[in-house]
């Protein structure tokens, strides 16, 4: 699986944004999207995650309420949209798949840089 990441750029505290990342490469049917963020100096966590097939979501127990995980099975691209921003959302951010039976984040992104600032 190939995965791209994009959307990242400079917003101020407050504001909403949305990230993409288009997925190729194998059938995603029975894979979990993710995305993760890291912080710097802070170790990479995750965000937030997709079951392609169902559409079961999960996240952070910080992040629930503001951010958004969803999926577009036609286009193979899945989307973290982020409201009321905070500078402390300030991140490269990633996004990852596996297979559904697999612990271990197989397939990386590049990953996209979000910058918030007060």
């Known amino acids: 699986v190939q995965l791209q990441a994009s959307g990242g750029g400079l917003v101020q505290a407050g504001d909403s944004l949305r990230l993409s990342c288009a997925a190729s490469?194998?059938?995603?049917?029975?894979?979990?999207m993710g995305w993760f963020r890291q912080a710097p100096g802070k170790e990479r966590e995750l965000v937030g995650t997709?079951?392609?097939?169902?559409?079961?979501?999960y996240y952070a127990d910080s992040l629930r309420g503001r951010f958004t995980v969803s999926r577009d099975k036609a286009k193979n691209l899945v989307y973290l949209q982020m409201n009321s921003l905070k500078p402390e959302d300030t991140a490269v951010y990633y996004c990852a798949a596996k297979w559904r039976g697999n612990a271990q984040w197989s397939y990386w992104g590049q990953g996209t840089l979000v910058t918030v600032s007060s």
């Open positions: 490469g194998r059938t995603l049917s029975n894979y979990v």
């Open positions: 997709i079951l392609w097939s169902g559409g079961l979501t």
